[in-house]
């Protein structure tokens, strides 16, 4: 199973990235997939995720109303369309998915221990 993250880079503070995630070597399309964030020196935080057979989202109180999380079954991918960038959303962004159904909670996508398949990360700079 591979996760490949894509779509990184720099950009000015209140510009917009989007980035992708192509999952191959198995299907994800009954669980969830969602984005994780590492600022340097600093523990992964919770982004945001979508679970794939009811469409639901789920995001970190930091990125509500501007980031949003969306998926193509066809091609396995996720999106991560990031809107009003801020410099503090400077970090590496990393996919991951589940291997496994969890209950709707949020909890459950919000752990990043919940997560079984992990992508490379892709940088993402915002300039002040």
């Known amino acids: 199973v591979q996760l490949q993250a894509s779509g990184g880079g720099l950009v000015q503070a209140g510009g917009s990235l989007r980035l992708s995630c192509a999952a191959s070597g198995r299907t994800f399309s009954n669980y969830a997939m969602g984005w994780f964030r590492q600022h340097p020196g600093k523990e992964r935080e919770f982004v945001a995720a979508i679970r794939w057979n009811s469409d639901l989202t789920y995001y970190a109180d930091s990125v509500k109303g501007r980031f949003t999380i969306s998926g193509d079954n066809a091609k396995n991918t996720v999106y991560l369309q990031m809107n009003s960038l801020k410099p503090e959303d400077t970090a590496v962004y990393y996919c991951?998915?589940?291997?496994?159904?969890?209950?709707?909670?949020?909890?459950?996508?919000?752990?990043?221990?919940?997560?079984?398949?992990w992508g490379q990360g892709t940088q993402v700079t915002v300039s002040s």
């Open positions: 991951a998915a589940q291997g496994r159904m969890y209950p709707s909670a949020s909890y459950y996508y919000q752990d990043g221990i919940k997560y079984d398949y």
